[in-house]
Protein backbone atom coordinates (compact mmCIF):
# COMPACT_ATOMS: atom_id res chain seq x y z
CA UNK A 1 0.00 0.00 0.00
CA UNK A 2 1.32 3.39 -0.97
CA UNK A 3 1.75 6.31 1.54
CA UNK A 4 -2.05 8.18 1.29
CA UNK A 5 -1.69 12.10 0.32
CA UNK A 6 -3.30 14.46 2.69
CA UNK A 7 -6.62 15.09 2.19
CA UNK A 8 -7.70 18.75 2.49
CA UNK A 9 -11.18 19.51 3.20
CA UNK A 10 -13.22 19.61 -0.12
CA UNK A 11 -13.21 22.09 -1.99
CA UNK A 12 -14.63 23.54 -5.51
CA UNK A 13 -12.49 23.61 -8.25
CA UNK A 14 -10.40 26.28 -8.83
CA UNK A 15 -11.86 29.05 -11.07
CA UNK A 16 -9.77 31.95 -11.55
CA UNK A 17 -12.09 33.97 -13.32
CA UNK A 18 -14.02 33.69 -10.22
CA UNK A 19 -11.05 34.38 -8.07
CA UNK A 20 -9.61 37.11 -9.58
CA UNK A 21 -12.98 38.97 -10.42
CA UNK A 22 -13.72 39.07 -6.15
CA UNK A 23 -9.87 39.96 -6.11
CA UNK A 24 -9.55 42.79 -8.73
CA UNK A 25 -13.38 43.95 -7.01
CA UNK A 26 -12.32 44.13 -3.84
CA UNK A 27 -9.08 45.81 -4.61
CA UNK A 28 -11.11 48.85 -5.88
CA UNK A 29 -13.85 48.60 -3.29
CA UNK A 30 -11.24 48.60 -0.51
CA UNK A 31 -9.41 51.69 -2.11
CA UNK A 32 -12.89 53.37 -2.66
CA UNK A 33 -13.88 52.63 1.06
CA UNK A 34 -10.29 53.93 2.82
CA UNK A 35 -10.94 56.93 0.48
CA UNK A 36 -14.05 57.35 2.10
CA UNK A 37 -12.69 56.46 5.49
CA UNK A 38 -10.69 58.81 5.33
CA UNK A 39 -12.87 61.53 4.11
CA UNK A 40 -14.85 60.13 7.09
CA UNK A 41 -12.46 60.79 9.55
CA UNK A 42 -11.53 64.26 8.34
CA UNK A 43 -14.76 65.49 8.23
CA UNK A 44 -15.63 64.15 11.74
CA UNK A 45 -12.55 65.87 13.01
CA UNK A 46 -13.12 69.11 11.15
CA UNK A 47 -16.39 69.04 12.51
CA UNK A 48 -16.02 67.99 15.84
CA UNK A 49 -12.77 71.32 15.78
CA UNK A 50 -15.19 73.80 14.50
CA UNK A 51 -18.00 73.13 16.64
CA UNK A 52 -16.39 72.37 19.44
CA UNK A 53 -13.35 74.69 19.20
CA UNK A 54 -15.35 77.71 17.83
CA UNK A 55 -18.63 76.87 20.74
CA UNK A 56 -16.17 78.47 23.61
CA UNK A 57 -14.53 80.92 22.48
CA UNK A 58 -15.75 84.71 21.43
CA UNK A 59 -14.33 88.05 20.36
CA UNK A 60 -14.65 90.90 22.22
CA UNK A 61 -14.57 94.11 20.63
CA UNK A 62 -14.12 97.84 21.35
CA UNK A 63 -14.58 101.06 19.44
CA UNK A 64 -11.80 102.02 17.28
CA UNK A 65 -11.36 105.32 19.52
CA UNK A 66 -10.68 103.11 22.22
CA UNK A 67 -7.22 104.20 24.41
CA UNK A 68 -3.99 101.74 25.32
CA UNK A 69 -5.59 102.68 29.07
CA UNK A 70 -9.02 101.56 28.75
CA UNK A 71 -7.77 98.67 26.84
CA UNK A 72 -5.26 97.70 29.64
CA UNK A 73 -8.18 97.86 32.23
CA UNK A 74 -10.68 95.35 29.55
CA UNK A 75 -7.49 93.05 30.12
CA UNK A 76 -6.61 93.22 33.57
CA UNK A 77 -10.42 92.55 34.40
CA UNK A 78 -9.79 89.71 31.86
CA UNK A 79 -7.02 88.01 33.59
CA UNK A 80 -9.23 87.64 36.87
CA UNK A 81 -12.53 86.65 35.34
CA UNK A 82 -13.61 83.35 36.86
CA UNK A 83 -15.54 82.72 33.19
CA UNK A 84 -12.55 82.33 31.03
CA UNK A 85 -9.67 80.01 30.43
CA UNK A 86 -7.75 82.84 28.26
CA UNK A 87 -7.67 85.66 26.12
CA UNK A 88 -5.50 86.90 23.28
CA UNK A 89 -5.54 90.21 22.58
CA UNK A 90 -5.82 91.04 18.43
CA UNK A 91 -2.90 93.61 17.68
CA UNK A 92 -3.48 96.18 15.28
CA UNK A 93 -0.88 94.42 12.96
CA UNK A 94 -2.85 91.04 13.30
CA UNK A 95 -6.15 92.66 12.17
CA UNK A 96 -4.62 94.68 9.55
CA UNK A 97 -2.97 91.36 8.29
CA UNK A 98 -6.78 89.18 7.96
CA UNK A 99 -7.70 92.18 6.31
CA UNK A 100 -5.25 92.35 3.92
CA UNK A 101 -6.63 88.84 2.91
CA UNK A 102 -9.97 90.48 2.20
CA UNK A 103 -8.95 93.89 0.68
CA UNK A 104 -5.59 92.64 -0.81
CA UNK A 105 -1.97 93.25 -0.25
CA UNK A 106 -1.23 96.36 -1.74
CA UNK A 107 -4.55 97.85 -0.18
CA UNK A 108 -2.78 101.05 1.20
CA UNK A 109 -6.31 102.98 2.76
CA UNK A 110 -5.88 99.84 5.30
CA UNK A 111 -3.13 101.78 7.28
CA UNK A 112 -5.42 104.82 7.13
CA UNK A 113 -9.03 102.21 8.34
CA UNK A 114 -10.68 103.23 12.07
CA UNK A 115 -10.35 99.63 13.32
CA UNK A 116 -11.81 98.08 16.67
CA UNK A 117 -9.65 96.81 19.19
CA UNK A 118 -10.47 92.98 19.33
CA UNK A 119 -9.62 90.01 21.90
CA UNK A 120 -10.02 86.69 21.53
CA UNK A 121 -11.25 85.23 24.73
CA UNK A 122 -11.78 81.47 25.27
CA UNK A 123 -14.67 80.38 27.86
CA UNK A 124 -15.13 77.40 30.65
CA UNK A 125 -18.88 76.77 28.69
CA UNK A 126 -20.25 77.90 26.01
CA UNK A 127 -19.34 81.15 24.65
CA UNK A 128 -23.64 81.86 24.10
CA UNK A 129 -24.35 81.04 27.62
CA UNK A 130 -21.59 82.66 29.01
CA UNK A 131 -20.82 85.99 27.02
CA UNK A 132 -24.16 87.98 28.99
CA UNK A 133 -22.20 86.99 32.52
CA UNK A 134 -18.87 88.37 30.95
CA UNK A 135 -20.67 91.17 29.56
CA UNK A 136 -22.19 92.15 32.78
CA UNK A 137 -18.69 91.66 34.84
CA UNK A 138 -16.88 93.97 32.84
CA UNK A 139 -19.80 96.55 32.63
CA UNK A 140 -18.86 96.55 36.50
CA UNK A 141 -15.36 97.02 36.09
CA UNK A 142 -15.95 99.89 33.94
CA UNK A 143 -15.54 98.80 30.40
CA UNK A 144 -18.10 98.79 27.53
CA UNK A 145 -17.50 95.91 25.06
CA UNK A 146 -19.00 93.92 22.62
CA UNK A 147 -19.40 90.14 22.99
CA UNK A 148 -19.54 88.14 19.83
CA UNK A 149 -19.72 84.30 20.95
CA UNK A 150 -18.43 82.29 17.48
CA UNK A 151 -21.60 79.76 17.97
CA UNK A 152 -23.13 80.86 15.24
CA UNK A 153 -20.51 80.69 12.97
CA UNK A 154 -19.30 77.54 14.09
CA UNK A 155 -22.95 75.91 13.44
CA UNK A 156 -22.34 77.19 10.01
CA UNK A 157 -19.23 75.68 9.61
CA UNK A 158 -20.19 72.12 10.89
CA UNK A 159 -23.01 72.07 9.09
CA UNK A 160 -21.31 71.29 5.56
CA UNK A 161 -18.40 69.08 7.67
CA UNK A 162 -21.85 67.20 9.24
CA UNK A 163 -22.93 67.04 5.93
CA UNK A 164 -19.52 66.18 4.04
CA UNK A 165 -19.85 63.08 7.01
CA UNK A 166 -23.04 62.06 6.32
CA UNK A 167 -21.11 61.75 2.26
CA UNK A 168 -18.37 59.78 3.31
CA UNK A 169 -20.97 57.21 5.31
CA UNK A 170 -23.05 56.66 2.62
CA UNK A 171 -20.89 56.03 0.21
CA UNK A 172 -18.72 53.76 2.57
CA UNK A 173 -22.83 51.66 2.78
CA UNK A 174 -23.02 51.85 -1.06
CA UNK A 175 -19.57 50.54 -1.06
CA UNK A 176 -20.34 47.69 1.64
CA UNK A 177 -23.68 46.92 -0.26
CA UNK A 178 -21.69 46.80 -3.75
CA UNK A 179 -19.22 44.29 -2.47
CA UNK A 180 -21.96 42.50 -0.89
CA UNK A 181 -23.99 41.92 -4.50
CA UNK A 182 -20.86 40.93 -6.70
CA UNK A 183 -19.98 38.65 -3.61
CA UNK A 184 -23.39 37.25 -3.82
CA UNK A 185 -23.32 36.93 -7.65
CA UNK A 186 -20.02 35.20 -7.55
CA UNK A 187 -21.05 33.09 -4.99
CA UNK A 188 -24.23 32.15 -7.11
CA UNK A 189 -22.29 31.35 -10.13
CA UNK A 190 -19.77 29.03 -8.25
CA UNK A 191 -22.60 27.28 -7.19
CA UNK A 192 -24.46 27.00 -10.52
CA UNK A 193 -20.79 25.89 -12.04
CA UNK A 194 -20.20 23.56 -9.39
CA UNK A 195 -24.04 21.81 -9.11
CA UNK A 196 -22.55 18.45 -9.53
CA UNK A 197 -20.57 19.18 -6.00
CA UNK A 198 -23.35 20.67 -4.40
CA UNK A 199 -25.47 17.25 -5.02
CA UNK A 200 -22.90 14.85 -4.53
CA UNK A 201 -21.59 16.16 -0.77
CA UNK A 202 -25.76 16.60 -0.09
CA UNK A 203 -26.13 12.95 -1.38
CA UNK A 204 -23.30 12.05 1.45
CA UNK A 205 -24.47 13.82 4.55
CA UNK A 206 -23.32 17.44 4.43
CA UNK A 207 -25.70 19.95 5.93
CA UNK A 208 -26.26 23.03 3.91
CA UNK A 209 -24.03 24.79 6.51
CA UNK A 210 -21.09 22.79 5.17
CA UNK A 211 -21.55 23.55 1.87
CA UNK A 212 -21.90 26.78 2.82
CA UNK A 213 -18.57 26.89 4.31
CA UNK A 214 -16.77 25.16 1.52
CA UNK A 215 -17.97 28.24 -1.01
CA UNK A 216 -17.71 30.73 1.89
CA UNK A 217 -13.76 30.77 2.23
CA UNK A 218 -12.50 31.11 -1.10
CA UNK A 219 -14.42 34.18 -1.36
CA UNK A 220 -13.36 35.05 2.06
CA UNK A 221 -9.62 34.79 1.16
CA UNK A 222 -10.02 36.45 -2.48
CA UNK A 223 -12.37 39.51 -0.12
CA UNK A 224 -9.53 39.92 2.29
CA UNK A 225 -6.12 39.77 0.04
CA UNK A 226 -8.09 41.98 -2.42
CA UNK A 227 -9.22 44.65 0.49
CA UNK A 228 -6.18 44.04 2.01
CA UNK A 229 -4.07 45.32 -0.83
CA UNK A 230 -6.26 48.40 -2.09
CA UNK A 231 -6.61 49.56 1.79
CA UNK A 232 -3.19 49.20 1.92
CA UNK A 233 -2.89 51.44 -1.29
CA UNK A 234 -5.15 54.05 -0.16
CA UNK A 235 -3.86 54.35 2.85
CA UNK A 236 -0.39 54.88 1.23
CA UNK A 237 -1.94 57.65 -1.21
CA UNK A 238 -4.03 59.12 2.14
CA UNK A 239 -0.47 59.81 4.32
CA UNK A 240 1.34 60.72 1.29
CA UNK A 241 3.49 63.34 2.86
CA UNK A 242 2.50 65.93 -0.17
CA UNK A 243 -1.03 65.51 0.41
CA UNK A 244 -0.80 67.09 4.10
CA UNK A 245 -1.75 70.65 5.06
CA UNK A 246 1.46 72.08 6.19
CA UNK A 247 2.64 73.72 9.29
CA UNK A 248 2.43 77.38 7.59
CA UNK A 249 -1.43 76.85 6.53
CA UNK A 250 -2.48 75.77 9.67
CA UNK A 251 -0.62 79.15 11.04
CA UNK A 252 -2.54 81.26 8.43
CA UNK A 253 -6.06 79.76 8.66
CA UNK A 254 -6.10 77.88 12.27
CA UNK A 255 -9.57 76.78 11.70
CA UNK A 256 -8.46 74.29 9.31
CA UNK A 257 -7.06 70.95 10.04
CA UNK A 258 -4.60 67.95 8.65
CA UNK A 259 -6.88 65.90 7.63
CA UNK A 260 -4.16 63.13 7.25
CA UNK A 261 -5.08 60.05 9.37
CA UNK A 262 -3.01 59.73 12.63
CA UNK A 263 -1.83 57.25 13.84
CA UNK A 264 -4.60 56.09 16.13
CA UNK A 265 -7.36 56.02 13.24
CA UNK A 266 -4.91 53.34 11.74
CA UNK A 267 -6.85 50.79 12.85
CA UNK A 268 -9.70 51.87 11.15
CA UNK A 269 -8.58 51.05 8.23
CA UNK A 270 -7.16 47.19 9.40
CA UNK A 271 -10.64 46.84 10.07
CA UNK A 272 -11.46 47.53 6.30
CA UNK A 273 -10.13 44.13 4.98
CA UNK A 274 -11.86 42.64 7.71
CA UNK A 275 -14.98 44.42 7.51
CA UNK A 276 -14.91 43.00 3.88
CA UNK A 277 -14.12 39.23 4.90
CA UNK A 278 -17.30 39.18 7.43
CA UNK A 279 -19.02 40.81 4.00
CA UNK A 280 -17.88 38.40 1.43
CA UNK A 281 -18.74 35.52 4.84
CA UNK A 282 -22.42 36.86 4.82
CA UNK A 283 -23.06 37.48 1.46
CA UNK A 284 -21.71 34.12 0.21
CA UNK A 285 -24.09 32.47 3.12
CA UNK A 286 -27.07 34.03 2.01
CA UNK A 287 -26.60 33.20 -1.43
CA UNK A 288 -25.42 29.63 -0.66
CA UNK A 289 -28.81 29.00 1.61
CA UNK A 290 -30.82 30.87 -1.11
CA UNK A 291 -30.10 28.61 -3.74
CA UNK A 292 -30.03 25.66 -1.96
CA UNK A 293 -33.50 25.79 -0.33
CA UNK A 294 -34.14 26.46 -4.53
CA UNK A 295 -32.63 23.12 -5.05
CA UNK A 296 -34.98 19.46 -4.52
CA UNK A 297 -33.72 17.53 -1.39
CA UNK B 1 -34.65 -1.32 7.85
CA UNK B 2 -37.46 -0.28 4.69
CA UNK B 3 -41.06 -0.47 5.27
CA UNK B 4 -42.78 1.31 2.23
CA UNK B 5 -46.56 0.50 2.47
CA UNK B 6 -48.77 1.55 -0.59
CA UNK B 7 -46.07 4.51 -1.41
CA UNK B 8 -46.93 6.16 -4.58
CA UNK B 9 -44.46 10.04 -5.96
CA UNK B 10 -45.94 12.24 -8.17
CA UNK B 11 -43.17 14.59 -9.13
CA UNK B 12 -44.36 18.20 -9.21
CA UNK B 13 -44.92 18.45 -12.88
CA UNK B 14 -48.33 15.60 -12.33
CA UNK B 15 -46.09 12.66 -14.34
CA UNK B 16 -46.40 9.71 -11.64
CA UNK B 17 -43.60 7.82 -10.97
CA UNK B 18 -44.51 5.23 -8.42
CA UNK B 19 -47.75 3.71 -7.56
CA UNK B 20 -48.82 1.49 -5.01
CA UNK B 21 -45.37 0.47 -3.58
CA UNK B 22 -45.31 -1.97 -1.08
CA UNK B 23 -41.85 -3.15 0.14
CA UNK B 24 -39.86 -4.56 3.02
CA UNK B 25 -36.07 -5.09 3.06
CA UNK B 26 -34.59 -6.78 6.03
CA UNK B 27 -31.19 -6.00 7.11
CA UNK B 28 -28.50 -8.10 5.33
CA UNK B 29 -30.81 -8.75 2.21
CA UNK B 30 -29.67 -8.11 -1.05
CA UNK B 31 -32.30 -7.60 -3.55
CA UNK B 32 -32.51 -6.52 -7.07
CA UNK B 33 -34.56 -4.09 -8.70
CA UNK B 34 -35.43 -4.33 -12.38
CA UNK B 35 -37.38 -2.83 -14.92
CA UNK B 36 -37.27 -0.60 -18.05
CA UNK B 37 -36.12 2.52 -18.16
CA UNK B 38 -38.73 4.96 -17.34
CA UNK B 39 -40.21 1.99 -14.97
CA UNK B 40 -39.30 4.07 -11.71
CA UNK B 41 -36.13 2.13 -10.71
CA UNK B 42 -34.33 5.34 -10.26
CA UNK B 43 -37.26 7.49 -8.52
CA UNK B 44 -37.60 4.11 -5.80
CA UNK B 45 -33.92 4.83 -5.75
CA UNK B 46 -34.32 8.32 -4.67
CA UNK B 47 -37.15 8.23 -2.40
CA UNK B 48 -34.95 5.75 -0.54
CA UNK B 49 -32.13 7.98 -0.40
CA UNK B 50 -34.44 10.84 0.96
CA UNK B 51 -34.15 12.98 -2.31
CA UNK B 52 -38.05 12.54 -3.06
CA UNK B 53 -40.57 12.70 -0.20
CA UNK B 54 -43.27 10.56 -0.83
CA UNK B 55 -47.02 11.45 -2.16
CA UNK B 56 -48.80 9.29 -0.70
CA UNK B 57 -48.49 5.87 1.65
CA UNK B 58 -46.78 5.31 4.08
CA UNK B 59 -42.31 5.36 3.95
CA UNK B 60 -40.42 4.38 6.94
CA UNK B 61 -36.58 4.09 6.26
CA UNK B 62 -33.88 3.63 9.11
CA UNK B 63 -36.63 3.77 10.87
CA UNK B 64 -37.87 7.36 10.29
CA UNK B 65 -40.83 8.05 9.04
CA UNK B 66 -39.73 9.75 5.12
CA UNK B 67 -42.72 12.25 5.12
CA UNK B 68 -41.79 13.96 8.48
CA UNK B 69 -38.05 14.38 8.34
CA UNK B 70 -36.20 17.33 8.20
CA UNK B 71 -33.45 19.08 6.15
CA UNK B 72 -30.83 18.64 8.64
CA UNK B 73 -32.34 14.69 9.37
CA UNK B 74 -31.95 14.11 6.33
CA UNK B 75 -28.04 14.79 5.82
CA UNK B 76 -27.65 12.72 9.07
CA UNK B 77 -29.46 10.06 7.79
CA UNK B 78 -28.01 9.95 4.32
CA UNK B 79 -24.58 9.13 6.27
CA UNK B 80 -26.16 5.66 6.66
CA UNK B 81 -26.95 5.00 3.59
CA UNK B 82 -24.22 4.47 0.52
CA UNK B 83 -25.29 5.29 -2.92
CA UNK B 84 -23.11 4.14 -5.79
CA UNK B 85 -24.33 5.26 -9.45
CA UNK B 86 -23.95 4.14 -12.91
CA UNK B 87 -22.52 7.39 -13.84
CA UNK B 88 -20.24 7.37 -10.47
CA UNK B 89 -20.52 10.82 -9.70
CA UNK B 90 -17.02 11.54 -8.50
CA UNK B 91 -15.41 14.82 -8.02
CA UNK B 92 -12.80 15.47 -11.08
CA UNK B 93 -10.60 18.01 -8.86
CA UNK B 94 -10.19 15.29 -6.19
CA UNK B 95 -8.27 12.97 -5.75
CA UNK B 96 -9.28 9.27 -5.32
CA UNK B 97 -7.79 9.42 -1.79
CA UNK B 98 -10.23 12.63 -0.95
CA UNK B 99 -13.34 11.30 -3.17
CA UNK B 100 -13.42 8.38 -0.87
CA UNK B 101 -12.70 10.44 2.32
CA UNK B 102 -15.32 12.83 0.98
CA UNK B 103 -18.11 11.25 3.83
CA UNK B 104 -16.23 10.97 6.53
CA UNK B 105 -14.84 14.73 6.27
CA UNK B 106 -18.52 15.73 6.02
CA UNK B 107 -19.71 13.91 9.29
CA UNK B 108 -16.69 15.66 10.73
CA UNK B 109 -14.19 13.24 11.17
CA UNK B 110 -10.40 14.15 11.94
CA UNK B 111 -8.21 13.00 9.32
CA UNK B 112 -6.25 10.80 12.19
CA UNK B 113 -9.97 9.24 12.73
CA UNK B 114 -10.34 8.37 9.23
CA UNK B 115 -6.60 8.05 6.96
CA UNK B 116 -6.58 4.37 8.06
CA UNK B 117 -10.63 3.42 7.27
CA UNK B 118 -10.06 5.04 4.11
CA UNK B 119 -6.59 3.16 3.15
CA UNK B 120 -8.12 0.05 3.98
CA UNK B 121 -11.60 0.89 1.73
CA UNK B 122 -9.02 1.30 -1.29
CA UNK B 123 -7.02 -1.06 -0.70
CA UNK B 124 -10.78 -3.41 -0.46
CA UNK B 125 -11.39 -2.11 -3.92
CA UNK B 126 -7.93 -2.38 -5.33
CA UNK B 127 -7.12 0.97 -5.79
CA UNK B 128 -4.21 1.19 -3.34
CA UNK B 129 -1.65 2.64 -6.15
CA UNK B 130 -3.56 5.19 -7.59
CA UNK B 131 -4.48 7.26 -3.93
CA UNK B 132 -3.30 10.65 -5.80
CA UNK B 133 -4.79 9.80 -9.31
CA UNK B 134 -7.92 11.95 -10.39
CA UNK B 135 -10.87 10.44 -11.73
CA UNK B 136 -9.78 11.68 -14.83
CA UNK B 137 -7.22 8.89 -15.42
CA UNK B 138 -9.43 6.00 -14.39
CA UNK B 139 -11.11 3.57 -16.21
CA UNK B 140 -14.57 3.23 -16.10
CA UNK B 141 -14.33 0.41 -13.52
CA UNK B 142 -11.68 1.85 -11.39
CA UNK B 143 -13.88 4.65 -11.02
CA UNK B 144 -17.19 2.44 -10.02
CA UNK B 145 -14.51 1.09 -7.60
CA UNK B 146 -13.93 4.71 -6.03
CA UNK B 147 -17.21 5.06 -6.12
CA UNK B 148 -18.11 2.02 -4.09
CA UNK B 149 -15.54 2.92 -1.74
CA UNK B 150 -16.93 6.14 -0.98
CA UNK B 151 -20.04 4.17 -0.50
CA UNK B 152 -18.90 1.91 2.35
CA UNK B 153 -16.49 4.46 4.04
CA UNK B 154 -19.14 5.20 6.48
CA UNK B 155 -19.96 1.93 7.01
CA UNK B 156 -23.54 2.20 6.14
CA UNK B 157 -26.27 0.21 6.87
CA UNK B 158 -28.13 0.71 3.29
CA UNK B 159 -26.17 0.56 0.47
CA UNK B 160 -28.24 1.63 -2.73
CA UNK B 161 -26.75 0.92 -6.45
CA UNK B 162 -28.37 2.24 -9.65
CA UNK B 163 -26.85 0.68 -12.34
CA UNK B 164 -23.44 -0.14 -10.90
CA UNK B 165 -22.32 -2.40 -13.62
CA UNK B 166 -23.97 -0.13 -16.66
CA UNK B 167 -20.95 2.15 -17.37
CA UNK B 168 -18.02 -0.71 -17.19
CA UNK B 169 -16.72 -4.11 -19.07
CA UNK B 170 -17.53 -7.45 -17.93
CA UNK B 171 -14.91 -8.24 -16.07
CA UNK B 172 -15.41 -5.60 -14.08
CA UNK B 173 -19.08 -5.43 -13.63
CA UNK B 174 -18.52 -8.99 -12.21
CA UNK B 175 -15.77 -7.83 -10.20
CA UNK B 176 -18.23 -5.16 -8.72
CA UNK B 177 -20.92 -7.56 -8.09
CA UNK B 178 -18.79 -9.52 -6.12
CA UNK B 179 -17.70 -6.05 -4.21
CA UNK B 180 -21.26 -5.66 -3.58
CA UNK B 181 -22.53 -9.23 -2.57
CA UNK B 182 -19.43 -8.75 0.29
CA UNK B 183 -21.26 -5.94 1.69
CA UNK B 184 -24.46 -8.08 2.16
CA UNK B 185 -22.24 -10.30 4.44
CA UNK B 186 -20.86 -7.63 6.74
CA UNK B 187 -25.27 -7.62 7.07
CA UNK B 188 -25.30 -4.36 4.91
CA UNK B 189 -28.93 -4.07 3.41
CA UNK B 190 -28.36 -3.97 -0.25
CA UNK B 191 -30.66 -2.79 -3.04
CA UNK B 192 -29.32 -2.93 -7.10
CA UNK B 193 -31.38 -0.82 -9.66
CA UNK B 194 -30.14 -2.48 -12.93
CA UNK B 195 -31.62 -3.96 -16.49
CA UNK B 196 -29.29 -6.74 -16.74
CA UNK B 197 -31.80 -9.96 -16.31
CA UNK B 198 -28.84 -12.01 -16.95
CA UNK B 199 -26.70 -10.32 -14.07
CA UNK B 200 -29.77 -11.07 -11.78
CA UNK B 201 -30.30 -14.85 -12.90
CA UNK B 202 -26.61 -15.35 -12.34
CA UNK B 203 -27.20 -13.98 -8.73
CA UNK B 204 -29.79 -16.34 -7.51
CA UNK B 205 -31.01 -13.18 -5.40
CA UNK B 206 -34.81 -12.09 -5.01
CA UNK B 207 -35.58 -9.40 -7.59
CA UNK B 208 -38.38 -6.75 -7.57
CA UNK B 209 -39.74 -5.91 -11.29
CA UNK B 210 -40.97 -2.26 -11.74
CA UNK B 211 -43.18 -1.77 -14.67
CA UNK B 212 -44.65 1.69 -15.43
CA UNK B 213 -43.88 2.16 -12.01
CA UNK B 214 -45.87 -0.64 -9.94
CA UNK B 215 -44.51 -3.85 -8.63
CA UNK B 216 -44.91 -6.66 -11.26
CA UNK B 217 -42.99 -9.37 -9.89
CA UNK B 218 -40.94 -10.90 -6.74
CA UNK B 219 -39.26 -13.80 -7.71
CA UNK B 220 -35.92 -15.31 -7.81
CA UNK B 221 -34.86 -15.85 -10.90
CA UNK B 222 -33.36 -19.77 -12.06
Known amino acids: ?297 | MIELDNVGLRYPKGETALKNITLTLEPGSLTFLTGHSGAGKSSLLKLLYFAQRPSSGRARILGRDASRVTRDQIAILRRKIGVVFQNFRLLDHLTVFENAALPLMVAGRREAEYRRIVLEMLDWVNLSDKLSERPTALSGGEKQCVAIARAMVTAPELILADEPTGSVDPDMGARIMGLLYEMQQQRRTVLIATHDVELVRYSRMPRLHLDNGEFTEWEVLD
Open chain 1, 1 to 297: MSTAPTARQPRPARNSMASWTVTLVSILMAFLASLALAAAIGADRLADKWTGDLAYTATLTLPPETTDAEFRKLTDALAVDPGITGYNPISRAAAEKELAVLLGEDASMIKDLPLARMVDVAFRTRARDEAPGLVERLRRAGVSAHVDPHDDFAKRLGAPAAQLLDFAITALAVIAATAALMVALVCGSSLAAHGEMVAVLRLIGARDGYIARIFERPLQINSFTGSALGTALAFAIVVWPNQTVTKATLELAPFLIDLKPRVDDWPSFVAIPLAFALIATLAARVAVAISLRRQER
